[in-house]
C-alpha cells in the first residue's frame, strides 16, 4: 500500500496584545500564499500515480529535441491520419471525397469554393496499388473472407436453422437521435462506432461525452440527449471500417444460403441495465417476438449465438479508477496522451453511468473466487493467489476492521438487497489484501450513492444453493445476469454449447496503491445510505472532511515482476483465458456448475469447446487459429461450430479441453 498522511489544516490563535489589522493582515497574506484546503488536496497526489510519466516529462523538459516538439508531432500526426485513412479507405468511395468535405465544410460554417477535381483516374490507380498488396497483410480482409462457408458447402449443408446474433458489450454502434439545438448537428451520426466517433472524439469532446453519458439516477438518456442503437446487420459488423467483428461470421452464413429472411443481428443499447433495456427500448419482448415469428413461419427451432458478458475483474477496475489492463498497458507516451486527452476521472464518469457494464461484475464472491489462501485457477508453487482480487504493496500498514470490508446482502444472495452496507467511509485506506466478497463491498465505498442505488436496484452478485430460493429468482430481473442465482429454463431438447478461448495471458487480479486526501469541491457527496427492494433510502450524510479521510486509489502500475507467479505486469496479476475474460468465468459453469441439477434442473445438454490461442504473429489479427476474445469471431474453428449447428450439424460437436478447467471447477465451493 502507497500511503501518505493527511496533512493538517493550518491554524492561527490571535494573541491578547494582536491588533485586528495585523491579523487581517495577516490572514491576507494567507490567503495569498497558502493554497485552500481543497485545492492543496486535489494538486496532493502520490508521486507513484505519474511516476510512469517522469521519464516523459523530463525527456520533453531537458533538451526539446524536435521529434518533441509541438512544431513537428501537430505536422506528424496529420501525416499519420492521412496515412492510416488511405489504409482504410475503399476504392469506391475516393470519388466520393471532394462532396464529403463539401459537407464537412458546411458543417462548421466554413466558406470555401472548391475546385471540381475528377477523382476516377485516381480511384483505379488505387486499385491497382491495393492489388499489389497480399492480402494476408490487409487490415480489412485477410484471404480467408468465405472460406469455412465454401467447405461447409462442399459437403451438402446448407441453412437449416433460423440464426439470431448477439454481440458483446461495446460491440454495437450508437447514433443520436437528439433534436435539441445543441445536438442537431450529430442527428442519426454515429457516437459509437464507425469514423465519425473518432472526429466527434477529436473536435467535439464534451458533447460526444455528454450524449454518452446516462442520468446517474435514472440510467436513461439526460434531458435533451437521445441514444439509441443503430439497426441492422451493420451495427456490429465492424467496429470501424477494417476493424470487424461480427462480419467474419455473417460472410461464412451467407454462403450456406443465409440472408435477411433467416438471420437477423440484435443491436442494444449495452449502457443499459437489462431492466432499463426492456423498459426503455423493449429490447427482450422484440427478441422473444423476433425468435417466436421465426418458429412460426419456418416451423424450426431458432440457433442464437451470443457473445461475451463474461465476469471480469477488469470491469470492477474500470469502475474504482477508470483503468483497466488495456490502459496501463500503455507506453510512457501512450499512457501520457490518453491521461491528458481523456482522463481516468472522465473515463470513471462514463464507466459508472453506463449501468450494463456492471453486469460483467465478479459474481459468486469467495466460494467461487477463492480467499486470501487460495483460488481455485492459483498457479502451482504460486507467490500470491488470484484470491485477492485487489492486492496492495504494503508500506505503512494501518489496521482495518472486519466491519469495514462487510460484504453487503446483495453481493450474498440475500433476499434483501442494500445499496450501502459497505466500507466506511470514514475509514483509512486498507492495509491488507481483498478477497472478492471484501473487493466488492470496498469498490462500493468508493463509489457514489447513485452508483449503489443503480447496483443494488439492478444487480445481484452471490450465489444461491437453495432449490426453492432458485424457483423464487425467476420472477426477480435483478438475479438474471447471475447465473448462479438463476436457473437455465426447462426445456430438455435446448443444447448449450460454450466455446472460448485459451491461452492469453488475461487480467485476473490486480495490485492497487492509494493514498488519503482532503475532500475537494469536485468529490463526490458520501452517504451511507440503505435501500430496500421498495426503492426507499434512508442514512447518514458524511460529506465533512473534518471527520473523514478520504482515500484516492489507482492501479500500481509502477509494479512489474515477471518472474514471480503469477506475473505482474504493470500492476495486473495474469492469469488464464482468452486476454479478456479469465478461464474460470469462461468455463466453470459449462463444465461443472450446469452439469448439477439445481441451476439445469431440465438436464440441458452442455458441449464445451476450448481453442487453443495460436495466432500468427504477421498479422494483425491473428489470422485463422487465433482464440483472442473479440479476434475469435473471425476465426475458422469458431466459424466452423456455427455453421455446422446453423445447419444441423451440431451433433459432430464434441467436447474439446486444452487448459486445466475441469480441474479448476472442481475446486469451487458448488454446495457449501
Not at 133 to 140: A, D, M
Not at 246 to 269: F, G, H, M, Q, R
Not at 274 to 302: A, H, P, V, W
Not at 380 to 397: K, M, S, V
Request: glycine fraction near 8%.
Amino acid at each position: 500500500m502507497i500511503h501518505r498522511t493527511k496533512a493538517k489544516a493550518s491554524t492561527h490563535t490571535q494573541s491578547d496584545d494582536q491588533s485586528g489589522t495585523d491579523t487581517q493582515s495577516q490572514a491576507s497574506e494567507e490567503a495569498n500564499n497558502t493554497p485552500s484546503r481543497s485545492k492543496k488536496a486535489r494538486v496532493r497526489r502520490g508521486d507513484s500515480e505519474y511516476k510512469r510519466f517522469d521519464t516523459l516529462r523530463q525527456f520533453l523538459q531537458d533538451g526539446r529535441r524536435f521529434y518533441a516538439r509541438t512544431r513537428f508531432l501537430f505536422p506528424f500526426g496529420i501525416l499519420l491520419g492521412l496515412v492510416l485513412g488511405l489504409i482504410f479507405v475503399e476504392p469506391s468511395s475516393l470519388p466520393d471525397i471532394p462532396a464529403h468535405f463539401a459537407v464537412f465544410l458546411e458543417d462548421y460554417d466554413i466558406s470555401l469554393s472548391l475546385p471540381q477535381i475528377d477523382l476516377s483516374r485516381v480511384q483505379a490507380e488505387w486499385k491497382r496499388l491495393i492489388s499489389t498488396i497480399p492480402e494476408p497483410w490487409k487490415l480489412n480482409t485477410d484471404g480467408r473472407e468465405f472460406q469455412v462457408g465454401d467447405e461447409i458447402k462442399a459437403r451438402g449443408l446448407e441453412a437449416t436453422y433460423p440464426v439470431v446474433l448477439i454481440p458483446g458489450v461495446i460491440s454495437t454502434s450508437l447514433e443520436s437521435w437528439s433534436t435539441s439545438p445543441e445536438y442537431r448537428q450529430f442527428f442519426r451520426q454515429k457516437v459509437w462506432g464507425g469514423f465519425p466517433m473518432i472526429s466527434q472524439v477529436t473536435f467535439n469532446r464534451e458533447k460526444w461525452m455528454s450524449m454518452l453519458l446516462l442520468d446517474p439516477v435514472t440510467g436513461l438518456d439526460p434531458k435533451g440527449v437521445k441514444v439509441r442503437a443503430s439497426e441492422g446487420f451493420d451495427a456490429a459488423s465492424s467496429f470501424i471500417q477494417g476493424f470487424w467483428i461480427w462480419s467474419k461470421v455473417i460472410e461464412n452464413l451467407a454462403v450456406v444460403n443465409y440472408d435477411t429472411d433467416n438471420l437477423v443481428l440484435a443491436p442494444y443499447d449495452w449502457r443499459l441495465s437489462m431492466y432499463n433495456l426492456e423498459q426503455r427500448d423493449g429490447y427482450f419482448s422484440r427478441l422473444k417476438t423476433t425468435i417466436e415469428g421465426f418458429k412460426k413461419r419456418q416451423k424450426r427451432k431458432c440457433v442464437i449465438a451470443a457473445h461475451s458478458m463474461g465476469s471480469t475483474t477488469k470491469a470492477m477496475a474500470a469502475l474504482l479508477s477508470g483503468e483497466m489492463k488495456d490502459t496501463v498497458d500503455l507506453n510512457p507516451a501512450g499512457a501520457y496522451v490518453l491521461e491528458r486527452f481523456f482522463s481516468k476521472k472522465e473515463r470513471q464518469s462514463l464507466f459508472r453511468s453506463w449501468a450494463g457494464g456492471a453486469s460483467m461484475w465478479v459474481k459468486g464472491g469467495n466460494a467461487v473466487w477463492g480467499d486470501a489462501t487460495f483460488a481455485p485457477d492459483d498457479e502451482e508453487d504460486g507467490r500470491h493467489t488470484h484470491g485477492e482480487l485487489i492486492a496492495f504493496r504494503q508500506t505503512a500498514p494501518i489496521p482495518l476492521d472486519d466491519k469495514d470490508a462487510e460484504t453487503p446482502p446483495f453481493m450474498q444472495g440475500q433476499a434483501q438487497t442494500a445499496a450501502a452496507q459497505v466500507p466506511k467511509q470514514n475509514t483509512a485506506p486498507v492495509s491488507r489484501n481483498l478477497t472478492a466478497d471484501e473487493a466488492g463491498a470496498w469498490i462500493l465505498g468508493h463509489t457514489p450513492l447513485t452508483f449503489r442505488k443503480m447496483i443494488a436496484t439492478n444487480y445481484s452478485y452471490g450465489i444461491e444453493r437453495d432449490e426453492e430460493a432458485l424457483k423464487r429468482n425467476d420472477m426477480d430481473h435483478t438475479k438474471w445476469t447471475n447465473p448462479l442465482e438463476i436457473r437455465l429454463p426447462a426445456a430438455p431438447s435446448l443444447q448449450f454449447y460454450c466455446v472460448y478461448g485459451h491461452g492469453k495471458e488475461t487480467e485476473v487480479s490486480t495490485w492497487y496503491a492509494t493514498e488519503l486526501y482532503e475532500q475537494g469541491d469536485d468529490d463526490a457527496l458520501v452517504d451511507l445510505e440503505v435501500c430496500t427492494k421498495d426503492n426507499t433510502c434512508s442514512g447518514q450524510d458524511l460529506d465533512s472532511p473534518r471527520h473523514m479521510p478520504f482515500s484516492r486509489s489507482w492501479i500500481d502500475s509502477d509494479y512489474t515482476n515477471e518472474g514471480t507467479s503469477p506475473k505482474v505486469r504493470n500492476g495486473v496479476k495474469l492469469g488464464e483465458g482468452d486476454g479478456t475474460v479469465s478461464l474460470l468465468s469462461l468455463g466453470a459453469m459449462c463444465v461443472e456448475g450446469w452439469k448439477r441439477k439445481r441451476w439445469n434442473p431440465a438436464g440441458i445438454k452442455i458441449t464445451t469447446v476450448e481453442l487453443p490461442h495460436r495466432p500468427e504473429v504477421t498479422l494483425p489479427r491473428g489470422g485463422a487459429n487465433t482464440s483472442d476474445h473479440v479476434d475469435i469471431l473471425g476465426s475458422n474453428a469458431l466459424n466452423e461450430i456455427i455453421l455446422k449447428v446453423a445447419t444441423g450439424a451440431g451433433g459432430e460437436i464434441r467436447d474439446n479441453y486444452v487448459s486445466r478447467i475441469r480441474e479448476y471447477a472442481k475446486r469451487i465451493r458448488w454446495d457449501a
